[in-house]
Nanobody, 115 residues
Framework: QVQPVESGGGLVQPGGSLSLSCAGAGSFFNLNTIGWYRQVPGKERELVGTIDSVNRTYYVDSVKDRFTMSRSSAKNAAYLQMTGLKPEDTAVYYC?????????WGQGTQVTVSS
């Protein structure tokens, strides 16, 4: 069972950048499509995008051309590089496998975009 651990969040001004990391112990991490998700209070968790085991990526329209996903099989990790951040990107960001059932959800990492 993989327990993802997210890190790298913080406070950033509009237009700024942040890089998030997702660490998952065990080789099963590398075999799975990883999804990045985000959630704001009172709303359902939403998918931001995915990266599969051969690095093919998918992004929702709202983050396309601003967010970039990557992963490292050597480190059992996935990354989310965010640029051109907007206030509406403020949320808790999570990573998990894009499968049913998902792994247990981690604590997430808070991203706040504000001047």
């Amino acid at each position: 069972q993989v327990q993802p651990v997210e890190s790298g969040g913080g406070l950033v001004q509009p237009g700024g950048s942040l890089s998030l990391s997702c660490a998952g112990a065990g080789s099963f991490f590398n075999l799975n499509t990883i999804g990045w998700y985000r959630q704001v209070p009172g709303k359902e968790r939403e998918l931001v995008g995915t990266i599969d085991s051969v690095n093919r990526t998918y992004y929702v329209d709202s983050v396309k051309d601003r967010f970039t996903m990557s992963r490292s099989s050597a480190k059992n990790a996935a990354y989310l590089q965010m640029t051109g951040l907007k206030p509406e990107d403020t949320a808790v960001y999570y990573c998990n496998r894009r499968a049913d059932p998902p792994w247990p959800w981690g604590q997430g990492t808070q991203v706040t975009v504000s001047s």
